[in-house]
């Protein structure tokens, strides 16, 4: 069984930044790559960045030079660091882990950017 935790969503001002962390508890042995989604209100859910065992990282294009994934293996951690926030932001931010073909998902944590 795995849990991941989703915390440091916020209420923040266009132009401003915002640190996700998302905690793996239970067996987190093997997990291909992590990975942040959002869901903005009435869309689906969309891939916002990822990254790979070894560390190898991809962006949502709409991120790309704003948003920076990283990883604490050690403390099975992965962070989302957004900067320069825009309205369209606006999300519920999920955490993902991938082993092989089975999909981890976290509850999100809610993100509001306002203008």
């Known amino acids: 069984q795995v849990q991941l935790v989703e915390s440091g969503g916020d209420l923040v001002q266009a132009g401003g930044s915002l640190r996700l962390s998302c905690v793996a508890s239970?067996?987190?042995?093997?997990?291909?790559?992590m990975a942040w989604y959002r869901r903005a209100p009435g869309k689906q859910r969309e891939p916002v960045a990822t990254?790979?065992?070894?560390?190898?990282?991809d962006y949502a294009d709409s991120v790309k030079g704003r948003f920076t994934i990283s990883r604490d293996n050690a403390k099975n951690t992965v962070y989302l660091q957004m900067n320069s926030l825009k309205p369209e932001d606006t999300a519920v931010y999920y955490c993902?882990?991938?082993?092989?073909?089975?999909?981890?998902w976290g509850q999100g944590t809610q993100v509001t950017v306002s203008s």
């Open positions: 239970g067996s987190t042995f093997g997990f291909n790559s």
């Open positions: 993902n882990a991938k082993r092989s073909i089975v999909n981890f």
């Open positions: 990254i790979s065992s070894a560390g190898n990282t």
